[in-house]
């Protein structure tokens, strides 16, 4: 699908797609709270989308969230400041 996405770049306008990203520093309860608020989000797209008795064109939406770190520990955290 990211492949997908990158050829979108040069062959689909810019009105006819987003792409959106950022970083964030989270904690695990934070971490928790995002993977459930994802869960409910895409259950309302799904609602959405399936509110409608006709198709236009097929989409693809992708969200995915995973660490670029490994696990930080306070004193790496504090060093960094």
Excluded: C
């Excluded at 040069?10 to 709270?33: A, C, H, I, M, W």
């Excluded at 008795?53 to 306070?74: A, G, H, S």
Aim: glycine share 2%.
């Amino acid at each position: 699908m990211g492949e997908l996405a990158l050829n979108t770049l040069d062959k689909v306008p810019v009105t006819e797609r987003n792409f959106s990203t950022f970083t964030l520093g989270l904690t695990e309860k934070s971490y928790q709270k995002i993977l459930k608020e994802l869960a409910h989000f895409r259950r309302k797209i799904i609602a959405l989308a399936t509110n409608e008795d006709e198709v236009e064109r097929v989409y693809e939406l992708n969200l995915q969230l995973f660490p670029l770190t490994t696990k930080l520990n306070k004193r790496e955290t504090r060093d960094a400041e």
